[in-house]
C-alpha cells in the first residue's frame, strides 16, 4: 500500500512536469502564432500581407502560404495540445478518483457517495464538449455574440460546479473543461480543416474561405479561454480564492478578466492600439473578485457578547493550548511528520502543525485554510472546524509571541 501510494505520487510529479511543459509549448506558440498572423501588414515593396520575426540571430518573413510541396512536411502543434489535455485527464483520475473524499466532496454542498461524484465530474467533460458544440454550431450565433455567449456558458459551469464540489476542485474542473473544449476545438474542427488546407496547397488550389473561417473562429476562443485555464489550473494555491464563500462568482470575474485581458493584446495584435476601456474592465473585474474573497473574520466580540461567563472566559483562556487542542484535534491527523490518516505517509502539502512552535510559524496558513475559508480540513473526509473553535484560532493568531 505504502509503495503504491508513492508510485502514484512519482507518477504525479511527473505527470505535472509534462503537463506544464506540454501547456507552455502549446499556449506559448498559440500566442506567437496569433501575434504573426494578426501582425502581417502589406510592404512597400510587396503588397502580399506578412509579418517579421526575429529570432535567435536571424530574420524570418511569415506570410500566407499559396502552394506547398508534394513531400513538404508541415508543422503545427496539435501534439502539444493532446499530450497536455491527456496528461492532465491522467492527473484528474489520480488526484479525484483516487481520493474523492479527500479533493471532491463537499458534504455540505453535496453530500454524494464517492462514485456518483467521480461520476458526475468525469461526465461533465464530454457533456459541456456536447453542449458546446451546440452553441456554436445550432445557435445561430456568430463573432462577438457567439463569443459572449461562451463567456456564459464558461461562466454558468463555474458556478455550477462551485454548488456541487469542494472549492479546489471545483475550481480545477472549470479549466479541466475549458481545455477540453480548446484540445476538442484543435482535435475535431482545426486539425481536419488543416488537412485539407494542406491537400489545396499541394495540389495548389485555393483555400475554402469557409473552412479556413470556421478553424480560425476555434482559434480564437481558444486564445480567450488560455488565459481564464491557466488561472483555473493555478487557484488551487490560493485557499481565499477557491474555497471562499463566493468562489462561483470569482470565478466568472476571474473569467471575464481572461476574457478582457487576451482580447486588449489581441486587438494591439491587429493594429488597433491599446484598448485602455478593455483593460480597465478587466482590473475592475479582478478588484471585484480580490474583493469577494476577502475574508469576513468570525467575530471574537460578537461571541463574547454572548454570555458575561463566556465574555470573561475569553479573556483569561490561554488561546495557545485551546489552538492547539483544536488543530490537534481537526489538522494534525494529516498534518503532521508521520500522519494517522489512511493514505498519508508524510505531512500533507509539507505542513507539519504537531507542536506549538511550528503552528505558530504557519499561522498565517492555517487562518487562511481553516478560518477565513473552508478549504481545510478538506470537507469530505474530516469534520469541519466550528465558528467557535474559528474564533479561537483567530485569538491564538493574533496574540503576540
Ligand atoms: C484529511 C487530511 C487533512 C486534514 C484533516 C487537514 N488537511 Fe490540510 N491539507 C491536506 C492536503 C491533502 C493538502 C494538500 C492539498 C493540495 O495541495 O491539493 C492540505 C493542504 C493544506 C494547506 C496548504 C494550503 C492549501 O490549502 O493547499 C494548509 C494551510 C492546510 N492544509 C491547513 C490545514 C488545517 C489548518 C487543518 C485543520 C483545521 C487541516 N489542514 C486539516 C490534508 C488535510
Given amino acids: 500500500m505504502a509503495l503504491l501510494s508513492l508510485l502514484a505520487e512519482d507518477a504525479t510529479l511527473l505527470l505535472r ?17 496569433a501575434r504573426l498572423d494578426l501582425g502581417m501588414r502589406p510592404r512597400a515593396k510587396d503588397a502580399a500581407p506578412q509579418s517579421l520575426l526575429l529570432h535567435a540571430g536571424s530574420g524570418f518573413r511569415f506570410s500566407r502560404a499559396a502552394e506547398a510541396d508534394a513531400a513538404e512536411r508541415a508543422l503545427n502543434f496539435k501534439w502539444e495540445a493532446y499530450a497536455t489535455w491527456a496528461s492532465g485527464f491522467a492527473l484528474l483520475c489520480l488526484i479525484f478518483g483516487a481520493a474523492p473524499q479527500l479533493t471532491l466532496i463537499d458534504p455540505t454542498l453535496w453530500d454524494a457517495p464517492s462514485w456518483a461524484a467521480v461520476t458526475v465530474a468525469f461526465a461533465l467533460l464530454p457533456l ?12 445561430g450565433l456568430g463573432g462577438d455574440r457567439l463569443l459572449l455567449a461562451l463567456y456564459g456558458f464558461s461562466a454558468a459551469l463555474g458556478l455550477l460546479l462551485a454548488a456541487l464540489f469542494a472549492g479546489r476542485a471545483a475550481l480545477l474542473l472549470l479549466g479541466a ?24 496547397l499541394r495540389a495548389g488550389l485555393p483555400a475554402d474561405a469557409d473552412d479556413a473561417k470556421g478553424a480560425a473562429t476555434r482559434a480564437l476562443y481558444n486564445q480567450y479561454l488560455a488565459l481564464p485555464v491557466v488561472f483555473f489550473m493555478l487557484s488551487g494555491h490560493a485557499p481565499l480564492v477557491f474555497a471562499g464563500p463566493h468562489n462561483g462568482v470569482a470565478a466568472a470575474l476571474f473569467l471575464a478578466a ?16 491599446a484598448n485602455w476601456g478593455l483593460a480597465a474592465a478587466a482590473a475592475v473585474a479582478i478588484a471585484l473578485a480580490l474583493w469577494l474573497c476577502t475574508p469576513s473574520e468570525p467575530s471574537p466580540e460578537k461571541a463574547a457578547a454572548q454570555s458575561a461567563g463566556e465574555a470573561i472566559a475569553s479573556v483569561l483562556r490561554p488561546e495557545g493550548p485551546a489552538a492547539q487542542a483544536i488543530v490537534e484535534r481537526h489538522c494534525v491527523a494529516c498534518h503532521a511528520k508521520t500522519p494517522l490518516h489512511p493514505g498519508f505517509f508524510h ?55
Fill in 17 to 33: 512536469w509534462l503537463h506544464v511543459v506540454a501547456a507552455m509549448v502549446w499556449v506559448g506558440s498559440a500566442f506567437a502564432l
Fill in 128 to 139: 459541456a464538449w456536447l453542449a458546446y458544440e451546440l452553441l456554436c454550431r445550432k445557435s
Fill in 177 to 200: 473543461i475549458l481545455a477540453t473544449l480548446m484540445t476538442a476545438n484543435i482535435a475535431h474542427v482545426i486539425v481536419p480543416a488543416q488537412k485539407r488546407r494542406l491537400a489545396t
Fill in 258 to 273: 481572461g476574457f478582457a485581458i487576451r482580447r486588449f493584446f489581441l486587438q494591439r495584435a491587429r493594429g488597433f492600439g
Fill in 347 to 401: 505531512a500533507a502539502a509539507g505542513l507539519d502543525f504537531s507542536d506549538a512552535a511550528r503552528m505558530r510559524r504557519y499561522r498565517g496558513e492555517i487562518l487562511r485554510a481553516a478560518v477565513y475559508t473552508r478549504a481545510m480540513p478538506p470537507p469530505g473526509a474530516a469534520s469541519p472546524i466550528d465558528a467557535d473553535e474559528q474564533r479561537v484560532l483567530l485569538r491564538w493568531a493574533r496574540a503576540p509571541d
